[in-house]
Structure formats: C-alpha cells, structure tokens
C-alpha cells in the first residue's frame, strides 16, 4: 500500500522527532496521522531503543512499527561535531521539534531550547519528561508504571481491599504524548498569532493529575480519600461490570433518568427491590452498595450477555457487553469507522494498526505508510533541506557522522 495523499490538516508543519520509546513517538505518530511531515532523527548506531522491543520477528519490532509509522528516519551523530553542524542547520527548516529526554540532556549538547530558538526563533520546542523542567524531581527517571504510582493512579485502581493494578494500557506515557499533541496544536495556533515559537513544557505526572479531575476534586471536597472500586464509580449505582451466564457486561445507569432503576429491575426480576428505601436513589444505592451487588450478580448470572443486552436496549438502559481485543476487532462498528487499517512491512506483511479517531469532514488524516528502518531517509530528507550533494552525503556517511542504516544487533 503506498502512502496515503497528504491531506490532513497539519500537512504543511514539519516535526523534528527525537523522541524514543512511548510518550515522545505517541505524540508525533499522533501529528503524522493529521498529516504532518514527521522526521525522525534516531541516534546511531541503533536507533531508538524500542526497536529492540517485543513482539520481535525476524528481527523486527512490532512495537517500533505501531508507533512510528508514516514518519521518515535521519540518523545523525550529534556527539560529532560536525553532526551537530549539520542538526543545527536542520533547524531552520522545522515547525516543531519534540523530544522525551531526562530536562537538560539537550542543554549538555549545547542543542536546549535556548541554542536552537536562536536559530529558529519560530521553533516549538515540545519537551516530555516524567517530573517536567522544573520542581526538586525534574532530573529523575522515570517509566510509565512509577508516574502510575507516583500520580495516584494505582492506589485507585483495583478491586476494593486488593493490592495497586496497574491500568492495561500505558497512561503515563499515553496521556503525556497526547497532552503534548494538544500543545503543540496551541502553540502553532499561538504562533500564526505572534510569528514566535516557545518552549512546551510536558510532565507526565502533570498529566495523571489532570486526569483524575474528579478524584482530587471529590478529595479537596469532602476530605474523603478515594479508595480503589473495582469497575464501580463513586456516585452513579450501578455503574460497572457484572458477570453473566457466559461472560461479562457493563452497565451504567444515567443520573436523572427516571425509571431507570425501575426497568433494571423488572428486567432483573427483583421488583421488590424498586421502592427498597437502601437502593431508591443513586446517593442510597451508593451507601448501600455492599449489600446490594451481591443481589444484583446473583441476578445477572441467570442469563447470556446478549439477552441481557436485548432486554435492556428496549428500555435504553445504557449497557454494553464486555470485550477481549480479538472482539474488538472484530466489531461492525470499528471497522465502518475504519479503527483498524492494513499497513505494509516488508517483514510482516500487511498488518492491522489503530487509526486515528480524529475524523475531519474536510482535510481528514490518517496513516500514511509504514515505519521506516533506521537511517532510511538520511540520505533523502538532507538532500532535500540542505541541498546536500551525492558526494558530499557518500563522505558523511563513511565517515558516520550520517548513518543510513542500523548494524545487526542480537536481540534477546
């Protein structure tokens, strides 16, 4: 499948990617797929360090491929000088430049905002990192699961009088690349305004915080502090996951809908729970919910998860069934909406990755080619920008101060 046309929105911005793992190439992935020009500079020899992670075949990242699709890699060495001559002539020709390392790893190369928005004074400078540029932490290392811990996350998630669980997905690293998507489209916003770039400041703990709006708010509140609920929510009863004849469904009551609670009954066949004082409001069934899940599971386990799901659509009573990813995948629903599009590898094969939700009537996105090797593009995107020659990038490549492609490494 070749590229598809670049016709989203961001089609004219040009992102300088030195991002690497997860928060730093979800959030320019994110960008490609809205059609930016996304130039990933991979550090040599090997290149980002998540093309050594799993699933590897054949010696090849499917997790590298996921994230980094429709970009173009440069690889350059920046502890050369002359390779960071050539990154600081770059500059100039780039929109947008994000990068996901411990704060004052570029100011050490001499390559921190400050340097390069001498360069380009209309340079946004995007940079991700667990503790964010500032604060006593800002040096210290962090991965997903110890900002989980760190923010909050884990201690609210889980079953009630279970250990921390860490959510299924990496929302560290996920919301920080989002939240700095969301930057970055401010500050161009910004800068069509002032015709000045500026420094984009991304803490993933900044994130989980943000994202738990309502457990600090419910906290500062009430001085309550939350505790985990399993599937629950801590006012909307019921509200969560209950178990079937032959699986799983959820179920979520609306707040100030009325008679819903009478419908799920009748449904449930427990109507002598309907005018029940312990279960006739939400803020009851909430006090009193250890006495009532019991019932209600009782009741759910009579039945498949499709009957239920029947029952309940006549009564608009919001449900929905619980799905493993295999059924997820398979969904009429994702595939109309076009979740889930083939992409070429040249190991692979045509792989199905996730789309971008963003669904634009007018300049709509998407994914636009594979993930390249290492060093794929050197050769194209400094001919292009620099208007260097054959000759001159045939002596910068044996000389490796460009690569253009990764050395076999053994991968474990």
């Known amino acids: 499948m070749p590229p598809l046309p670049t016709t989203g929105p961001l089609r004219d911005v040009r992102v300088l990617d030195l991002t690497w793992v997860l928060s730093g190439p979800f ?11 996304v130039v990933k500079l991979e550090r040599p020899p090997y290149g980002d360090v998540s093309r050594t992670t799993g ?35 770059l500059i100039p020709q780039f929109d ?3 990068e996901n390392f411990t704060p004052g790893s570029m100011d050490a190369l001499g390559l921190g905002y400050e340097a390069l928005a001498a360069v380009n004074p209309r340079l946004i400078y995007a940079a991700i990192s667990g503790y964010g540029q500032t604060g006593p932490l800002r040096t210290k290392p962090a991965l997903d699961v110890i900002i989980q811990g760190a923010g909050g996350v884990m ?44 420094l984009l400041d991304i803490s993933m703990l900044d994130c989980q915080v943000a994202l738990q709006e ?42 100030g809908v009325p008679n ?45 998860t499709a009957e239920w799901l029947a029952a309940f659509e006549r009564f608009d009573i919001p449900s929905g069934p619980l799905n493993n990813i295999a059924q997820v995948a398979e969904m009429p629903q994702i595939h109309e909406r076009g979740m889930l599009q083939p992409v070429p590898h040249r190991v ?37 920008l620099l208007g260097l020659d054959a000759a001159r990038l045939d002596d910068l490549v044996a000389r490796q101060v460009v690569w253009e492609e990764r050395p076999e490494v053994e991968l474990g």
């Open 260 to 304: 819903q609670w009478a419908y799920l009954c009748s449904e449930l066949g427990i109507i002598e729970m309907i005018d029940d004082p312990r279960f006739e409001t939400a803020a009851a069934r909430s006090r009193n919910h250890a006495e009532l899940e019991p019932i209600l599971n009782a009741a759910f386990m009579t039945k498949p």
């Open 155 to 198: 201690s609210v998630t889980g079953e009630p009088g279970g250990g921390p669980v860490r959510p299924g997905l990496s929302l560290g690293d996920l919301t920080a690349g989002l939240y700095c998507a969301v930057g970055i489209l401010s500050a161009l916003h910004e800068r069509d305004r002032s015709g000045r770039g500026q």
């Open 27 to 37: 959030c320019t992935v994110t960008l490609a797929d809205l059609g930016a020009d």
């Open 214 to 255: 309502n457990a600090f708010m419910r906290y500062h509140l009430t001085g309550e502090l939350p505790e985990r609920m399993g599937t629950r929510h801590p006012s909307a009863v019921p509200f969560q996951a209950f178990p079937t004849q032959d699986g799983h469904l959820v179920l979520a009551l609306s707040w």
């Open 55 to 89: 699933p590897i075949i054949e010696g090849e990242s499917g997790y590298f491929f996921s994230i980094n699709r429709g970009k173009r890699s440069v690889s350059l060495d920046l502890r050369q000088e002359e390779g960071k001559s050539l990154f600081l002539q």
């Open 96 to 98: 947008v430049l994000v």
């Open 348 to 384: 692979f094969g045509e792989v199905l990755l996730t789309n971008t939700p963003v669904r634009l009537s007018e300049t709509p996105g998407g994914i636009r080619g594979t993930a390249p090797d290492m060093g794929q593009h050197s050769r194209e995107v400094l001919g292009e």
